[in-house]
């Protein structure tokens, strides 16, 4: 069904519209059954396609390797820059080995196995480096949307390893893709480019973070909404920057965000919402973008050996890496296994596997075919099989409560102090004290009590009664004290 | 409020063996029990509350301090004790540093003024680096006291 155009374009907006608003409506329900909304974009992408109904015929690897890199971008400063250093911090060891060692490990037994299944070295090993990192969408998007709530060091260490792997899988596959070129090329000393190009990346993420935040401050766009795309503007450079210095372009980007998120920020809540939301679009492009440009035809005759890869990944490859990487800090069991299990793949081998076409390295579409197979088998089983896995190896916490009405200050000005909201629940100390008992530091104080649908004003003699939401600001130094008395914020 | 209105000084010890948080909760407890300060039939009741707590959140404040406190039915009067471990216990702490000092404090549901008086004391003495130090380093329940003691005689903070 070929329209002409602009009804061609209208229809497929139609589509991806209704679609869009069917996966934000009924995340929960979707969510529910375990089938990751982006595997309905990446339907969509093939109905699309030339050989769906579709008839959109994309087969440009270069303008999908440009956009893909620009929605990588985008997902990994999300990624940074809601962030907390502790929460990285917490974790650099095992996340930093996995998101190295991990990769490379990973890559290697893959390359391996399809090797031993008759795949040639060349196509092996680029396999091998395109699947090798897991994906920091769909992990951000399972352990942040508020629907699992992890330990936090299972859920950090998954977390911070989905967004530092995926540079250490590009550079794997682009060293891949220049030893077909040029097999002599091989060396020994080729391993040592790789900490130089992850040192480059790094030190330009840091210095992009700390003069991108130093910007943020200073300038005063006409408008709120220029905000974002100044920070937006901020994330390309980096990539762009790192990457021609021969350093790694997407983890520059992850520090610049980790960077900027951990400082003050003016309107920080209304930047991370809207690169939250940047990310899960950007997502769901990408599986539109495969979906396009994946062939049923040419699928099939890989259909065999990709799903073997993939199996082999997910219960032999992923959960090997991940014991032997992990093996030398002595975690519990059960979070290694946990997280052996969630080895979550997804937009980035869609990228990293057109480089190879681009490249035009022999065999290259057939590995392009077969990381079909890997992305959707490995989006599929994790996504589907988390809940009852983290109820089984008893890894969930209990859920942070909702705040019942938002209220912040967004101020062109850094502040000098926060607000956050509390749930009182009865085993705090505040709970049942009155307004005048609790001894608050000089420069906080109780600014609102949300009580059912009332808002009480606090005064000396109200009673902090449980179930009540009541919203503090006090200055950063006092934030553990004033946890102490009452509990754990609310999530934001 | 002073440390001496509610720490009870044959509860103090200076050489936690526990190696978990559970584990140092349960010895600070039995330490009261055996100071006579709780019932033995209160004490898993309570050191169920105390946990409870921790679920809304560590009350491991940073810098290697941590401090447990409940309110339960089962005693009459604010009361707490002092402990430290040597090795230092993982409390899921707020700044991820492990624990040394630990306050841990029971008082009546129907006195929450106390309760939040004895916090607001236990963080304002430890702001100051030099008893923190100080505490952390103590080798024996008597060092512990004659520096509770100096903080209560306002020799550490004004």
């Known amino acids: ?492 | 409020m002073k440390f001496a209105d509610f720490i009870s000084r044959r509860a103090i010890r200076a050489e936690l063996v526990a190696e978990d948080k559970e584990g140092v909760i349960r010895e600070m407890i039995q330490a009261l029990l055996d100071a006579g300060k709780i019932e033995a039939s209160e004490f898993e009741s309570i050191v169920k509350a105390i946990l409870k707590r921790e679920e809304l959140g560590s009350t491991g404040i940073g810098r290697g301090v941590a401090v447990p406190h409940t309110k339960h039915p089962s005693v009459d009067r604010l009361m707490g004790t002092v402990a430290i471990s040597r090795e230092g216990v993982d409390f899921d702490s707020l700044d991820g540093e492990k624990v040394q000092l630990l306050f841990l404090l029971i008082s009546p549901p129907d006195r929450p003024g106390d309760h939040l008086r004895a916090l607001e004391n236990i963080s304002r003495q430890l702001r100051d680096d030099t008893f923190c130090k100080f505490l952390k380093k103590a080798k024996s329940a008597e060092e512990i006291e004659q520096l509770l003691d100096e903080a209560d005689n306002n020799q550490f903070v004004a």
């Open chain 1, 1 to 492: 069904m070929m329209a002409v155009e602009p009804q061609g374009t209208a229809l497929f907006l139609l589509i991806t519209g209704t679609l869009l608003a069917f996966s934000v409506l009924f995340s929960r329900q979707i969510d529910r059954l375990g089938v990751p909304i982006v595997l309905l974009f990446l339907v969509l992408g093939m109905l699309g396609g030339s050989e769906g109904i579709g008839g959109i015929a994309f087969d440009d690897y270069r303008a999908a390797v440009r956009i893909g890199t620009i929605y990588l971008v985008l997902i990994l400063f999300d990624g940074g820059l809601n962030t907390p250093w502790l929460a990285v911090r917490r974790v650099m060891l095992p996340a930093g080995i996995l998101a190295t060692f991990g990769v490379a490990l990973t890559a290697g037994l893959l390359a391996l196995f399809v090797r031993a299944l008759g795949l040639g070295w060349t196509e092996s090993l680029l396999l091998g480096a395109v699947v090798s990192s897991t994906d920091a969408a769909a992990v951000l998007a399972v352990l942040r949307g508020g629907r699992l709530h992890l330990q936090p060091r299972v859920g950090n260490t998954l977390e911070v390893e989905s967004c530092a792997n995926d540079p250490m899988a590009m550079i794997l596959t682009v060293l891949m893709i220049e030893v077909a070129k040029s097999p002599d090329a091989l060396r020994w000393t080729m391993a040592l480019g790789i900490p130089l190009q992850l040192a480059v990346g790094a030190a330009v993420g840091v210095l992009c973070g700390y003069l991108g935040s130093r910007i943020l401050r200073r300038v005063r766009p006409p408008t709120v909404g220029l905000y974002p795309a100044l920070t937006s503007a901020i994330a390309f450079l980096s990539f762009g920057v790192a990457t021609l210095l021969e350093g790694s372009g997407l983890l520059s980007v992850y520090v610049t965000a980790l960077v900027m998120g951990n400082s003050t920020l003016p309107y920080r809540s209304g930047l991370a919402r809207i690169h939250e939301s940047l990310a899960w679009l950007s997502q769901i492009a990408l599986f539109l973008m495969l979906g396009l440009l994946v062939f049923p035809s040419r699928l099939l005759p890989v259909a065999g050996m990709g799903l073997a890869a993939a199996l082999f990944l997910a219960f032999v490859a992923r959960p090997l890496a991940v014991v032997l990487c992990l093996l030398p800090l002595r975690l519990p069991p059960r979070e290694v296994g946990y997280i052996s299990w969630i080895g979550l793949r997804g937009a980035v081998p869609i990228i990293l596997g057109a480089f190879p076409v681009l490249a035009q390295v022999p065999g290259a579409e057939r590995v392009f075919n077969m990381v079909f197979f890997i992305v959707v088998f490995s989006t599929l089983l994790p996504g589907a099989t988390i809940r009852l896995v983290t109820r089984w190896l008893r890894l969930a916490v209990p859920e942070r409560p909702r705040p019942s009405a938002i209220l912040e200050v967004n101020s062109a000005h850094p502040l000098n102090a926060e607000i956050a909201s509390f749930l009182i629940e009865p085993a705090a100390a505040v709970c049942g004290a009155a307004m005048s008992e609790i001894q608050f530091p000089a420069e906080a104080a109780v600014a609102l009590i949300v009580r059912g649908k009332e808002l009480v004003a606090a005064r000396g003699h109200t009673v902090l009664a449980a179930g009540d939401h009541v919203y503090v600001f006090f200055r950063p130094v006092d934030r553990q004290y004033i946890e102490l008395l009452f509990g754990r914020p609310e999530a934001g």
